[in-house]
């Protein structure tokens, strides 16, 4: 099961930051947290991951809280094109389980004009 | 790049009947994947590959699914038979073992079954 939990959705206006919250409070010291969306009808597409320090790609940014107990995406300026289902999963990097993604329901992000 | 490729798209059939699905990783990509995805519920991972090998089938009901992976390369998911809650989308995705390594998802197979 999945060990994450987000709000099932959320709104965003075009132009806009969309903050998207998600806590893994069980996360343990060797396992990242990774950012996955799917747009309808499109497999997941990978965003972005980070241990503990925040990061940014061109796509997004990471905010992960100091006590690793969480996290937040952060889409700078939002589109509609970013209207999807995000999932905020926890990963474990090393060891027997090669990388395995264990999804949840995400979070379904709308973006209106 | 190419992106992972998979095949057919769209696949109606009975229950009772047999399927098979048929996925081509990205070039060099060691580990593969193939997920089901029931309507409105997050990915589930059924089996992985590393190279030719299986290295997690937890989740895959060997009773009715199989999959192989032949020299390493593509791989087929067959379901044989199929049943009505098997109704779903079929997504299959590669990485390689560098650092991160992402999951790189293909377009997936719809699958329904009468």
């Known amino acids: 099961d999945a060990k994450t939990t987000q709000p099932p959705s959320m709104d965003c206006a075009e132009g806009r930051a969309a903050n998207l919250p998600c806590n893994h409070s069980?996360?343990?010291?060797?396992?990242?947290v990774y950012w996955y969306r799917q747009i309808h009808s499109q497999g997941p597409q990978y965003i972005i991951h980070?241990?503990?320090n925040n990061e940014t790609n061109e796509m997004a940014s990471l905010i992960i809280t100091e006590d690793r107990k969480s996290s937040t995406l952060i889409l700078p300026h939002a589109t509609l094109r970013d209207t999807a289902v995000y999932y905020c999963?926890?990963?474990?990097?090393?060891?027997?389980?090669?990388?395995?993604?264990?999804f949840g329901q995400g979070t379904i992000l709308t973006v209106h004009p | 790049e190419a992106g992972v490729a998979q095949s057919p798209r769209y696949k109606i059939i009975e229950k009772r009947q047999s399927v098979a699905f048929w996925c081509n990783p990205i070039?060099?990509?060691?580990?593969l994947y193939w997920y089901q995805q029931i309507l409105g519920q997050g990915p589930k991972l059924l089996i992985q590959?590393?190279?030719?090998?299986?290295?997690?089938d937890s989740q895959l009901p060997k009773d009715r699914f199989s999959a192989e992976r032949l020299k390493g390369v593509d791989s087929t998911l067959k379901i044989q038979p199929a049943k009505l809650e098997d109704s779903a989308v079929y997504l299959c995705?590669?990485?390689?073992?560098?650092?991160?390594?992402?999951?790189?998802f293909g377009p997936g197979t719809r699958l329904t079954v009468t």
């Open positions: 995705a590669s990485s390689t073992f560098r650092v991160g390594y992402e999951q790189y």
């Open positions: 069980t996360i343990s010291g060797n396992e990242y």
């Open positions: 980070g241990l503990k």
């Open positions: 999963i926890e990963r474990d990097a090393g060891g027997t389980s090669y990388g395995k993604l264990t």
């Open positions: 070039s060099g990509h060691a580990t």
């Open positions: 590959f590393q190279n030719n090998g299986v290295v997690d």
